[in-house]
């Protein structure tokens, strides 16, 4: 079956603009991750959703970012007012249930001009 | 917080040779994650260790879990070029269900032909 796929694979914009990354998990996954890539770190947790609902946002760095999974599928990670610092490569991954094996999308580079 | 560190950050060797990654963290995990990260993909689960003192071994590559699940290793036998890639170590964060990720900052391994 498809792995996690996410869309857009590459996205630059400019400080200040809006900018929305969305991640498609494998099927019937209901556990679903957003990690974030700074160049030379490891990925870092920004969310965690079991089905529809955010069961763990503590990784967000600031009100800036907000992230929706309306149909406990699809999720969509959502910047405003992106700033340089928000560059990096933004993972999306889902397991089974919660504990069980993340399996990683190949994430969106982001670029803020 | 629990951190976990990598070493050599950089790893540039000969077809052919054998080379030890190591990952390390003052902190017990329940257990450690190792994975492979290519260019432009998202990490790819190599082999989780559980028990202190586990081995495990998938082909040329051999993981080692530390008595005392605070550090671990991976060595690679003859190794090839088709190892290059970052090799990043995770482990369970502390919150219930261990499903958020902690990850080393990665030894990028580079095998010259």
């Known amino acids: 079956g498809a792995g996690v796929s996410q869309t857009p694979s590459n996205k630059v914009t400019e400080k200040g603009k809006y900018v929305e990354l969305r991640c498609d998990p494998i099927s019937g996954h209901t556990a679903l991750y957003w990690y974030r890539q700074s160049l030379g770190q490891g990925p870092e947790f920004l969310i965690y959703f079991q089905g529809t609902g955010a069961a763990d946002d503590s990784g967000l760095p600031n009100d800036r970012f907000f992230a929706v999974r309306p149909e406990g599928s699809v999720s969509t990670l959502k910047i405003q007012r992106t700033e340089r610092g928000d560059s990096a490569v933004y993972l999306c991954?889902?397991?089974?249930?919660?504990?069980?094996?993340?399996?990683f999308g190949p994430g969106t580079r982001l670029t803020v001009l | 917080t629990q951190l976990l560190e990598q070493s050599p950050q950089f790893l540039s060797i000969q077809e052919g040779e054998n080379l030890t990654v190591y990952c390390n963290s003052s902190?017990?995990?329940?257990?450690l994650q190792w994975y492979r990260q290519e260019p432009g993909e998202g990490p790819v689960l190599l082999v989780t260790?559980?028990?202190?003192?586990e081995v495990k071994k998938l082909k040329r590559l051999t993981f080692q879990f530390g008595d005392a699940r605070k550090d671990s290793s991976l060595h690679i036998t003859a190794a090839q070029p088709g190892d290059t890639g970052l090799y990043l170590c995770?482990?369970?964060?502390?919150?219930?269900?261990?499903?958020?990720?902690?990850f080393g900052k990665g030894t990028k391994l580079s095998v010259i032909p």
């Open positions: 995770a482990g369970p964060g502390n919150r219930a269900g261990s499903y958020q990720l902690t």
């Open positions: 902190s017990v995990f329940s257990s």
């Open positions: 991954a889902s397991s089974r249930s919660r504990s069980d094996t993340q399996y």
């Open positions: 260790v559980v028990t202190g003192g």
